[in-house]
């Protein structure tokens, strides 16, 4: 959520582009989390979000980061 608010701030002009890199480390960290399958690992797994594992969240969220990246035309 952290890389999705900075990459749609600065699309928006809310956010300085001066943000962007600390989006780039927080997006890459988060690809380092995603499986061979795609499935994002390590969150606070469902359903009771007690341990690490996945969930549907943590899948939306990344969705949605990727989205705001590639429609941010200032990188």
Avoid: H
Avoid at 31 to 59: K, M, T
């Amino acid at each position: 959520m952290f890389a999705y608010t900075i990459y749609r701030g600065v699309s928006e002009g809310w956010l300085d582009r001066v943000l962007l890199p600390a989006a780039e480390r927080a997006r890459m960290a988060v690809l380092n989390a995603v499986d061979r399958y795609g499935i994002v690992r390590n969150v606070c797994g469902a359903p009771d979000f007690d341990s690490p594992g996945s969930a549907s969240e943590a899948q939306s969220f990344f969705i949605l980061m990727e989205a705001a990246r590639k429609a941010c035309t200032m990188l």
